[in-house]
C-alpha cells in the first residue's frame, strides 16, 4: 500500500528516520549509550587481522562505507569486493575469519554464492540483511537484520540506509572490543547516532528545492557525483540510483580522482553534483569544486552551512544539510541523494517503481 505516495520509493524514502530509528533502538541501549549485539558472536574482534565484505549495487556501496568506519574506528582492516568478483577470485581466506555480506533481498545470487565461498574457506560469516528468512539469512552463522520492512520499490532506499546503521553499529562494537574506542568515545558516537533519524527528518524537508533542482538534472544527458571519504562511496550510490531510474548517464567518482580523467567531461552542460559535509577533507573537495568551477561546470552542493559559508564558489544549488557528526553523514546524506534521483525521474515520466530490465531481486548471476 502507497499510501499516501504516488510511489513506493517516495513511500520508502519518507520512512527512513522512522526504521531507522527502529533498527537503531534494536542495536543501541539508548540510556548506557552503548551498542549492544543481539547475537553474541562467534569470534572475537580483538582477534581478527581483516574483516572481508562482498555485497553487490547499493548493498556493496554500503559496504564501502563501512570500510571507512571499520578502519577508522577499530583501526580494522577491510577487505571489499563485488560478489560476483569475490565468488569466481579464488581469494584466499584465513580460516576462522570473517566475512560479512550485505543484501536486502537476502536471495542475491552473486553474493550466496560468495558468502557460500568464504564459508568453504572456514570464514565465519556474518550477514545484514532485510528479509529474515532469507537464502543469505538462514545460512549465514550470524544475521544482523536491518528493521526497514518490506522494501517494494525497485531502487533500494531504506535497505540502505538501515544497513549503514547496522555496520556503523558493529563497526562501533568492533572498535571496543579492539580498544580503539573507550566508553566516552562509544557515547560520542552513539549521541551523534540517535540523532540521525531526526536529521534524517530535516533533510526531506529540501524536498520542493531538490524537486525544482530536478527539472534542471532531467535536461542533462551525463551528470557528475564527487565525494571524498565516506562520501566518495555515497557519490556511487547517487550515481547509481539516477541512472537506474532516470537512465540518464551518471558516473561517481573520488573527488580527488577528478584530475586523472573525468576532468576532461566538464562543460556547462553537465551538472556535478559534490557531496561534501564539514569533514576532515572538505578543504581538498573545495579545490576539486574550484577545478570545475574553472571549466564552466555547474555545481550542486549536497553539504552544511559550515561548509556553505567557506568555499566561495557560485554553485547551481546548493541544499544545506543539518549540522552533525561527520560519521553519521551518510545515513543522513543518503536522503537528498536519492530525493534528487527520484525527482528527476517522476520529472521525465519514468516509471520509477519498476524501472526497465531491473529486478527487485536478482537471483541469477
Ligand atoms: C540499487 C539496487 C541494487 C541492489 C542489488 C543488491 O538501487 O537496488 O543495486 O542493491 O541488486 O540487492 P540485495 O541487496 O537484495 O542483495
Redesign the pocket.
Known sequence: DKGEYRHFMAKEIHEQPEVVGRTLAHYVDMAEGRVVLPEALPLDFANLSRVYIT?????FYAGLVARYWFEQIARLPVEIDVASEARYREAPLEKNGLTLV???????AD?LASMRYAKGQGQHTLSVVNVPTSTIARESSVVMPTLAGPEIG???TK?FSCQLTVLLCLAIAAGRARGTLDAAGERRLIDGLIKAPGLMAEALAHEPAIEGLAREVAKARDVLYLGRGTSYPMALEGA??LK?ISYIHAEGYAAGELKHGPIALIDESVPVIVIAPHDAVFEKTVSNMQEVAARGGRIVLIGDAEGAAEHGLDTLATFTMPALDPVVAPIVYAVPIQLLAYHTAVTMGKDVDQPRNLAK??TVE
Do not use: D, M, N, R
Not at 555485497?55 to 548493498?59: D, E, L, R
Open positions: 555485497a553487490c549495487g547499493t548493498a550485505i543484501s536486502q533481498s537476502g536471495e542475491t553474493t525497485v531502487a533500494s535497505a547509481l540510483k537506474e531481486s536478482v
